[in-house]
């Protein structure tokens, strides 16, 4: 019985394999943890942290590398990357896509205007996730079960950081590429008083559906901003239109009456003309005038002035 006592003992006893355990590892890392990525999240986010400084700088030095954020100074990019770098860390513990999401659509209005383009953004945070899994593959990589467990934890929430930053980043530059082209289109179609109760809208360039979708929205506020009772529509600077847009120009007419304005249209080029025939429009519901001179003439009869040609004209 001591004999199979004794053997009983030396085969509890710890093997030198059972001894030789990582020091990354903790006394919870054993079979309980396999399978449980997110268990191994807290001693990643550590690591990253405790080799913050070396691993920020070999990220930008793959930044520089790759050439991108060139049009960033070494100033800006230090401070961005830095910023990145901790927003990314803090995203990986807390697992917070919201504010991942808010961070990025900040971020995006800062570099934007600094003329960085999408795939930058997305090339710096791949290149993030690369510098990382390296760092980890080096700290685990004795104990390959485990580095195997680390990477099943690591790379879903890195792949989730990169989408959620490369949709916001799409999302925000669309929102201001949208902005610039309503500041355009504004610009191109402006509604402009040129005596009271007088509008004159100069159009110049194509006129799309689109745009004329604008250019009545915009009218219409300027007759009930201004009271207008008379506006002069000139589309000189406009070679052409198709059928639809003729349409929505006899709808605009017609939009502008209800508002009690008279719309008077100028500078009615020959191909608009036949245009305009063409698709049947009911000619007597427009009042055209060859030229702008000559419609703001009509303007101010119909407003009840006295157009004279001499000098010092007067109205009544």
């Known amino acids: 019985m001591a004999e199979q006592s004794d053997g009983r003992t030396q085969q509890s006893a710890p093997t030198e394999e059972a001894n030789t355990v990582t020091p990354d590892r903790t006394p919870d890392d054993g079979d309980s943890s396999r399978g449980n990525g997110e268990h191994l999240l807290p001693q990643l986010v550590a690591h990253l942290r405790e080799h913050r400084t070396r691993l920020r700088e070999e990220w930008s030095e793959r930044i520089q590398e790759a050439h991108l954020l060139t049009a960033m100074t070494p100033k800006e990019m230090a401070a961005e990357t830095t910023s990145v770098y901790d927003n990314y860390v803090e995203v990986l513990e807390t697992g917070s896509v919201g504010a991942l999401q808010q961070y990025a659509r900040d971020l995006s209005e800062r570099i934007i205007p600094r003329g960085v383009e999408t795939h930058e953004v997305v090339g710096i945070v791949l290149l993030l996730r690369d510098v990382l899994a390296r760092s980890l593959f080096e700290k685990y990589q004795r104990d390959f079960a485990l580095l195997n467990e680390v990477l099943d934890a690591y790379e879903p929430a890195a792949n989730r950081i990169a989408n959620t930053v490369a949709v916001s980043f ?39 559906s689109e745009r004329a979708r604008q250019l009545t929205e915009q009218l219409l506020s300027g007759i009930r901003k201004h009271r207008a009772k008379v506006v002069v529509i000139d589309i000189t600077g406009s070679p052409d239109v198709d059928e639809t847009v003729a349409n929505h120009l006899v709808q605009t007419v017609d939009a502008s009456r209800l508002m009690g304005a008279s719309v008077i249209i100028t500078g009615l080029s020959p191909k608009i003309a036949q245009t305009l025939v063409t698709i049947g429009v009911d000619l007597s519901k427009m009042n055209t005038i060859g030229d702008l001179q000559g419609g703001l003439e009509e303007a101010e009869r119909l407003l009840g002035y006295t157009v004279t040609r001499k000098e010092g004209s007067s109205g009544s």
């Open 170 to 208: 799409v999302e925000e530059r669309e929102r201001v590429i949208r902005q610039q082209q309503d500041a355009i289109r504004e610009l191109s179609t402006p509604v402009l008083p040129v005596r009271e109760r007088l509008l004159i809208l100069p159009i110049i360039g194509v006129l799309d």
